[in-house]
Each structure stands twice: as C-alpha cells, then as structure tokens.
C-alpha cells in the first residue's frame, strides 16, 4: 500500500478535495439517522492492482474512469471514489438508499452493491456522494467519474488531422450541463503526459482527487467536474514522462487572473453585440480600394488607469474626432510583463484581466464598431517566452516549439519559435486567429514578425541553421501555415483584413494562395503588408538637415519603384519612436519651429503617398517626448492653460483635416495598388527638396500633392498639370497658421497655363511653403 501523504498544515483545516468548509446544517442528524436506516448491506470491493494504485495516487493513470466511479463487475457493481482526507464517503442513490463505501487509505473509498442492489433493470444506477471530513464539513456532489466523455468522435477527429478551426469550443475549460448536471467540462492536449489532473481554488489548489482520463490517439485529457462553475479558478498538473509533474496555465483559457497571477478563469460570455450593421457592412468594399487610416494604440498606457469599459467611453470619441477609420490594438492576449509591448504572450486565448473581463473587452470593440471605427489587433504566432507554467515544453518534451534545438529557439528575443510543422500547433494558431475575429469581432490582424518565420536563418550566423530539404534558407512549413492562416480567416470571416509585418523583400506577401508567389511556394494571402522600406528610407531623408537632402532625394523617390508590388501599409508605429529612436517630431532637425513644421510636412507626404497610413499614439500631436509605460502620451501638451498649446493642438487639428480631406478623395485611396492612379510630376528636384506627384481615382479625378522639405518659401515654383484642368484650389496646406504654421498659402484659384513643364503643356506656378506639403484639386 502506497504510504498516505503527509497532509499540509493549510490543508488541515479545510481538506483540499472540499470547497470553503461548510457547517452541518440543522437537522444533520436527523439526516444521518434516516442515511443509516437507508443502508445498503455492501460488500469489500476487489483490491486495485499495486500498478493502478500507484499510478491512480501518482497523477500518472490514463485511465482513472476506469478505475474510479460505478462499474459492473462479477458479482454486483463497484463503487471507487477518490477523495483525500475525507473520513468517510457514502453513496446516495437516486432512490434514496445509501452504501457506506470501505476506506482503502490513501484517500481511495470502495463498496461492492450485490446484483440484487446495485444493477436493478440492469443498468447502472444514478447516485451522488457524501463525503465528510474532520471538524464535521460535510459536502454532497455527484461523481465526476461516472460521466461518459464530452468530446465526440468528431472533435477527436478534427484535433487529430489538425484541422479543428473552432479549437477553443473542444478543448480548455467550458461551463456547461452534462447529462442534467450543472459542471465544468476540461479539456487538454498534452500527447506526452503520463497523465493530466486539475487543481483550482475548489479543490485547495490540489488535483489528486481529480485526475483526467486520457481520450487515446488524440492526446486529449477530458474530465467534467460536477458544481465547478464560472469564476473559478485552475490549472493542470500534468505528469511528465519522467514522472515529475508541473502545474500549467491552460494554453486554451479564455480568460486568466491578473498579473503576476498565473491562473487560468473559467468564463463564458454573456455579451449581447450591438454592431450588427457594422459587420453587414464592413465587407462592401475591398480594403485595399477603400480608405484605411490607422490609429495605433497600446490600451495599458493610453490613458493610463482606464479599464475596457472606461476606454470604451473615451477611445471612440477622440478617434472619431480625429478621423481614423481604424484603430490597432498593440497585443491584447494575456502576458506577463506589463510594462511591455505585450508581444511575449502567455495567454493566446484571452485579453489581458489587466484591463477588465473578455466581455469587458468586446464592450470596447463594440463601442469603436458602434462609433464607424475598425479594430484591429497584433497577433503574434511567430514565438513565446519561456515561462515555466506557460507553453514552454508544456507536457515534457517540445510540444508547440521545434524539437530541433536550432529552430526551437529564437535568438533575438530569448523565446522560443512554434513547431508550424506539427499539426495540432498550427491548428492552435489557425484556430486563435479565428477565434479573436469571430468572438471578439475583430476586423483585421497585424501579424508580427512574418520575416522572422519565413527563413530559417533568420538572425543566425551560419552553422546556427539547418537548411530545409531543398536546401534552402525558406521555411515551408511556416509559408504553410501562413497561407492555411489567411485562407481560413477570409473564408470565415468576411470583411476582415490580414496585414503582414514583413521586413524583406519576399515576393507574394499579398498575393493569393493560389497565385504564383516568391521561393515557388504561392501568395503568402495576406491582405497588406507594412511597406518597412519605405519608412526606412523615408524617415532616414527626413533626419538630414535640409542643406544634406540633396545628397538623399533617391531615398524619397525610390519606393515608387515597388510600390505596386504588395498591397502596403505605411507604418510610423510604436517600433518607431521608442527605446532610443526618438519620437517623430525629434528626428527632425532645426529649432523647434523647424522640427515642427517637418513633422507636418512629413504627415502631409504620408497620407498623399501610395499606401494606408498608420500612427502610433502621441505622434498626432507631435509629442516630443519617447512612450513610457507608466504614463503613455504627454496629453498635457493639448492643455488649453499650456502656453505652447498650438504647437501641440495645431499638429492635432492637421492631423484630422488629413483623415478628413482623405475620406473625401478618392484620389488618395481608390487605386492605391493600381499603377494608374499616381504619377510623377516632379521626382528630381533634389536641389530644391521638393517632391509632387498627382494621384488620380477611378474616374480620372486628381489631386496634386506637393512637398517642400527646405525651409525656404519657393515664389512661383512651376509644375505640369493634367489638361483639361482650368483652375486649382488648395485643400490642404500644412503650413497653415492654425497648425502653427507661417501661413504661406496660395491665391484662389491658381489657374492653369500653357506653360510646358515637366514635358507636361500645361503648368501651374505654385508658392511652397516652407517645410510644408500642400495638396490641390481642381476648383
């Protein structure tokens, strides 16, 4: 007989296999008398095999159903129950009889009901427990292990081929009634485990009384636990190969503690959705033919303080004032540091609790949805950290990292790189990014780090890499799953956006999956691609003083080369302006009216230029000063009471006459990946550091967009027009004196003359204002 463990001090006053003690309610003995003239004559239960019991006692049994709960047997029905240090444990059956089980020690309780007793019709009959313990705590419950399996032959199936695309609904923790009882269903892939029991704040955080059954070739654990509900609290502990157990946060959980806390939440949602017409609608019009302007945000610091449901009353209404049609969430899934980006991510299934309840979460999507405003969300397939109670060789062996220990661990950032071979793990990761989109409406997913996926040698010098069985640097297995990834969001989810952080020059990012694409594996199908090249090469132009821009006017003219080669966005985001790269107001050099007027001249190019836009949070008011985690963007620069406030709210006020004359130009967004509707007016002052260039809609209606980057006003600076164009009008001018400009603008209208210029016949003579961009239309 196995010894019987030693019982912890803190267990000893409420026995761990019981809820919060409870008191015998009145009449207890009156309950005990009539339990006892109840009694069913029972017999000693044949004895456990020393293998089971040890295996049973040590967490380690694929099968404790089998051993534990009713089962019919040569000569009548065993009854087994597993509850440590209880004092007792009867049997009550649905016809009110009882059978006092035997003590086996070690927490084991058994009885044999004779034929006549216990299989009357045959079948097994319903029965709870009563389990008492010492200081009189007596608990009722039914028994976990007399429920059939709550997963179907079709889930197994599914998880198997690696293929289940609604993962979160088959496995981790889910609230449910299992044949009329009220419980909690667990699930859990664990393949290498010798066995799985769950622990949580309803058994005193000790799994032995609850070990989970293994459901074969599928490398599930499942078990439905009876009176564990909402709210609770769990982990696994699972047993490894080598017999030691660890204690695991569910990779499934819909929700978790707080941080540093670790626990997985038992939750389900009961959010009613109020965006209905914004689904409806939000697929009329492909993304890359449609206005996108990106808020970037990281809700921890935004306004710092503020929970989901607070944000949801201010976020709305100050980018809806601004004018973005979307906002990107910097990641939002559970992870351990708060302080960072949130791209270590330990919780794949679950917004962070540091910010309310997932419900508290879809309140915020729904309030961005209901105010005309697209959310997206950085996802983050491309690794995670090595947190002992998290993914990290989860059941022993590598399970959702590479077994190969070149390719397990990524060098950069000391995390660790997804297995995208192993079916099940690219099932977890396909499935996740479903989940987000269907029960969190997310529309779109910036996935981080694609680069870092695509090539085995990313970051590794040589003899740091294997190369794969072509011989190659690719990593088919990472292309594979990348396409199965978008070609399962788009079928499932209409009108929702895929966009690529890229930072090569991998052909076919936001090509189909059936198209040709680069390294002959096909479009990656990604719906856009962060143009990094373009922010490179332009922020690299603006960081020179104007008198040296003339020895960099390629690196502004060169993007127009591949413009047209991916569908792209235009980033200045988070990775930008932090950890020592300054913010984007900084970079730019000169006296502070200088440094402010390119940071409106650079904003001006943007949202001229080819491709979506994307700001990270304090760059629309020019915010000097690098993000900080403690207490996000410097809002007191907008303050009215602030004596400098029109540096800072004039640069606000640009930004969403930007996002204003955007929407109504089609010129500016219709054919963005469409050669056709850009031209060059001017691509080769470099003396001047001027740039223009038309860009025209679907209907041939252009606009002219015309960048000064010398602080220098330019009288009569001539320029070819399209014919047929009597007169321009300017719509946008960044120095204007309401964004803290000097308030150079040109006459109304500017007429167009036969005047060539640029081989154009006809021309405009144009005033530029210093460091400044202006956009015309015709008048």
Known sequence: MTPRPEVPDTFRAAPPSAPAPRRPAPGAAREAREEEAAALAVLPAPALSDADRGRLLSGAHHDPHGLLGAHPVDGGLLLRALRPYARSVTARLADGRTARLHDEGDGLFAALLPPAEGLRGGSVPGYRLRVAYDGDTVLETEDPYRFLPTLGDLD??????????????????????????????????????????????????????????SLGASGVWEVFLPDVGEGARYKFDVCRPDGSHSLRADPMARRTECPPATASVITRSAYTWGDGEWLARRAERPVHAAPFSVYEVHLTSWRPGLGYRELAEQLPAYVSELGFTHVELLPVMEHPFGGSWGYQVTGYYAPTARLGTPDDFRYLVDALHRAGIGVLMDWVPAHFPKDDWALARF????????????????????????????????????????????EFHIDGLRVDAVASMLYLD????????????????????????????????????????????????????????????????????????????????????????????????????????YAYSENYVLPISHDEVVHGKGSLVSKMPGDWWQQRAGHRAYLGYMWAHPGKQLLFMGQEFAQGAEWSESHGP?????????????????VRDLVADLNARYLETPALWEQDTDPSGFAWVEADAREDNVFAFLRFAADGSPLLAVSNFCPVVRHGYRLGVPEGVPAWREVLNTDAARYG???????????????????????????????????????
């Open 156 to 213: 197994l199936h599914l998880l198997r081929e690696g293929r289940h695309e609604e993962l979160w609904r088959a496995l981790g923790a889910h609230p449910t009634v299992h044949d009329g009882v009220a419980g909690t269903r667990f699930a859990l892939w664990a393949p290498n485990a010798r066995g799985v029991r769950v622990a949580g704040d309803f058994n005193h955080w000790d799994g032995t009384g609850f070990p989970m059954r």
């Open 395 to 438: 059941d022993g062996p590598p399970l959702y990292e590479h077994p190969d220990p070149l390719r397990a661990e990524h060098p950069d950032w000391g995390t660790l790189e997804f297995d995208y071979g192993r079916p099940e793990v690219r099932n977890f990761l396909v499935a996740n990014a479903v989940y987000w989109c269907e």
């Open 741 to 779: 400009g000097s308030g150079v603008h040109n006459p109304e209208p500017v007429k167009s003359e036969a005047v060539t210029a640029q081989g154009r016949p006809v021309s405009v003579g144009l005033t530029l204002p210093p460091l400044a961009t202006v956009w015309l239309r015709p008048a």
């Open 634 to 650: 410097d809002w007191w620069l907008l303050d009215p009471a602030y004596s400098a406030q029109g540096d800072h709210r004039g």
């Open 458 to 561: 990313y970051s590794r010098e040589e003899g740091q890499w294997t190369p794969n069985e072509h011989g190659g640097r690719e990593n088919p297995d990472a292309v594979r799953f990348l396409q199965e990834m978008n070609a399962t969001v788009y079928r499932r989810c209409p009108g929702v956006v895929t966009v690529a952080e890229e930072s090569t020059a991998w052909d076919g990012v936001t090509r189909p999956t059936h198209h040709s694409g680069g390294h002959g594996f096909g479009g990656l199908g990604f719906g856009l691609k962060w143009n990094m090249g373009w922010m490179h090469d332009s922020l690299e132009y603006v960081a020179k003083e104007p008198v040296h821009r003339r020895y960099h006017h390629d690196e502004m003219t060169f993007s127009m080369v």
